[in-house]
């Protein structure tokens, strides 16, 4: 008994509460559920990868230094029947200077010409493209409640029923 008198005092408040103003909460049955889309751009990155032909200098024949020496020792001893004093020295060290050009020019021409040799590398890079995708954006949402329709726009799929506020004021 004590129980039965409970709840009827609790729901007598609750009734005297939604008639002297307050907000509540009720539930209203779905009756329509429309997706919304939008259009987006989505990068795609791809590697793209292809072979490329270079090619690198190879020096042929030996790089000896013994022209240049050679040349510069001839270049003094004829650079030594010059002159005489310090006159001799100073064509002595131009024959040698002189010398040691010319059989460093001399091996150089004498040589085998420089090759080539070809080189095959891969090569690699990253291209974006972008393509075009709808996407759903939210619901539009028709509802009934009171025997009335009403609209709403919602991020999610609501289900069967939505939970709507309805607020209760004295009228003026």
Partial sequence: MIARTSLFIAAALTVGLAHA????YHYAEVVDVRAEYKEVRKPIDREVCWDETTYERTRSGSRSHTPTVVGAIIGGVIGNQF???SGQRAATVAGAALGGSIGR??????GHPDEYR??????CQVQRSYTRESVASGY???YQYD???YRTHMNEHPGDRIRVRVDVSPMP
């Fill in 21 to 24: 103003g307050g907000t509540n």
């Fill in 118 to 123: 070809k080189v095959i590398r891969e090569k």
């Fill in 147 to 149: 025997g009335r329709l």
């Fill in 83 to 85: 002159g005489g004093g």
């Fill in 140 to 142: 539009r949402v028709t």
């Fill in 105 to 110: 020019d001399a091996a150089r021409k004498s």
